[in-house]
């Protein structure tokens, strides 16, 4: 059965066990006024049911899956030629790949080697026994929980205190995976980083001004083993973000105030949805834009006014990033200014104050820790923006400080060094693992500023 189909049936058995654990509830009191008796609502000994029927065969189905190709792997080599299985481990991995790829229909049966071929069919022999016994056993596991609660099913039962109990761990398990997923990150990017330090030094990495990470062919060539300084790459990353910013801070925060504050609702209810519609545009689309019309548009520009602008400049990409960030800070900041309680408002206006002396003295005052958070993290969504600078900006890690020219940032390097089939054993792949654990530290503290702002000068209103 297919894996889809079985989770149908499993999902339709679920629903039957919640009927089943209903209406053995009901039936064991009389139903009507006899519900009285019952520790829990009909329903939940009925959803105890239903997650007794889906869980444990759930937690099986997804053992098997993650077992189950490794199994079959063994076991189909394991019948292989001893001069096949005599090969080292990278090469069996290879001879693997090949083995699923003729199962799955990636390469013809016709290009394959004999012995290759007998594997690949035994391997897609066992699969089928495999999926079969699967299914069974998942649908068995589904059966035996229904009929289980079935059978425990009493009024003194508490089925609400175990449902809840239930929903806990899963909650429990849920966040553990997270906090698991992003440690394992983490320690990943740090020992590939560690790798790359014991060839260069963390000074030469941090403050050297020359990025070179191709190898020369000639020893008498510039960088023969690799210039590794990444300042070329900090100082990009931060004037492509800081012109972002110069354009999405003010815009943004602009528009938040007027639609906050002086628009009136039909034309709020209309221009905010159509504002925030930037945040859902992919950032190829805004690439494009950049490479297509802004970038041109500022060359042609130049020239007229007697300035060389280059065709791939960090002007065009800071622009094009600034306007793909304006909602990020109008949308935070409309929702901060709107949750200032309006007795603020109506108090400056009994004092005699202005609109505009009221946002600027009081609204503003209020909502600036929430504006000042999301400013930072508008900061980190720029500093980790990848595909308008390699549309826009170009991959030249130039030292300059002029916007007019090509520069490259972080993000942009690291797509760089991991395109293509890469070996993790060099300076140059594995650089991209030590920008990648800098760029992840400047984020984090961008951050966990942003949570102490928010915290520190959050105020309570009644």
């Keep these: 059965m297919p894996h889809f189909a079985l989770l149908v049936a499993l999902a339709a058995l679920a629903v039957l066990g919640y009927w089943v654990g209903k209406q053995r509830s009901l039936q064991l009191v009389g139903g009507g006024r006899g519900i009285r008796k019952l520790h829990s609502l009909p329903a939940y000994y009925g959803f105890l049911t239903a997650l007794w029927c ?19 792997s063994s076991l189909v080599l394991s019948k292989l030629p001893v001069a096949l299985r005599g090969q080292n481990a990278g090469e069996l ?24 071929l007998v594997a690949a069919q035994d391997y897609r022999r066992l699969q089928g ?3 079969l016994a699967l299914s069974g056993l998942v649908l068995a596991a589904g059966l035996a929980g229904l009929a289980w609660v079935r059978s425990r099913i009493n009024p003194a039962l508490r089925a609400r205190n175990s449902v809840e109990r239930i929903i806990e761990l899963l909650l429990l398990g849920c ?3 997270a906090v698991f997923v992003t440690l394992g990150i983490v320690l990943s990017v740090l020992y590939e980083s560690l790798r790359f330090f014991h060839a260069v030094s963390l000074d030469q990495f941090l403050l050297g001004l020359q990025w070179s990470p191709q190898t020369a062919l000639r020893a008498d060539q510039v960088g023969s083993s690799g210039a590794f300084g990444a300042v070329p790459l900090f100082l990009g990353t931060v004037m492509i973000s800081g012109i972002a910013m110069l354009v999405a801070v003010p815009v943004g925060l602009f528009s938040a105030i007027y639609l906050a504050e002086y628009a009136n609702r039909k034309f709020r209810a209309s221009v905010k949805p159509v504002l925030e519609i930037l945040a859902g545009i992919p950032t190829v689309v805004y690439g494009f834009f950049a490479a297509l019309t802004v ?18 400049s960090a002007l065009a990409a800071g622009l094009v990033m600034g306007i793909m960030i304006i909602p990020f800070i109008s949308s935070l900041a409309d929702d901060m200014i709107t949750a200032v309680p309006q007795s603020l ?27 000042v958070g999301g400013v930072l993290l508008a900061i980190s969504r720029a500093i980790g923006e990848t595909m308008i600078v390699v549309m826009a900006a170009g991959l030249a890690a130039n030292m300059t400080a002029n916007p007019l020219e090509a520069v490259t940032t972080v ?14 054993d060099s300076p140059k792949t594995l650089a991209a693992f030590a920008l990648g654990l800098v760029l992840f530290v400047v984020t984090l503290i961008l951050n966990v ?12 209103y009644e």
């Design 54 to 72: 889906a869980l444990p065969a759930l937690l099986i189905m997804a053992v098997w899956l993650l077992l189950q190709d490794t199994i079959i």
């Design 345 to 371: 408002r109506d108090g400056a206006y009994a004092l005699g104050a202005t609109r505009s002396e009221t946002i600027r003295q009081v609204v503003l005052r209020a909502a600036l820790p929430g504006i």
């Design 295 to 312: 970038g041109p548009f500022l060359r042609h520009t130049g020239e007229l006014v007697g300035l060389k602008v280059a065709s791939e």
């Design 93 to 116: 991995g290879l001879l693997t790949n090949d083995i699923r790829n003729i199962v799955l229909g990636n390469i013809p049966a016709a290009a394959a080697r004999p012995e290759v």
């Design 129 to 131: 026994i495999a999926d």
């Design 449 to 460: 500023v942003a949570l102490k702002v928010v915290r520190k000068y959050r105020e309570q």
């Design 411 to 424: 993000t942009v390097q690291i797509v760089t060094l991991l395109t293509g089939d890469q070996e993790f």
């Design 175 to 177: 966040s553990m995976i």
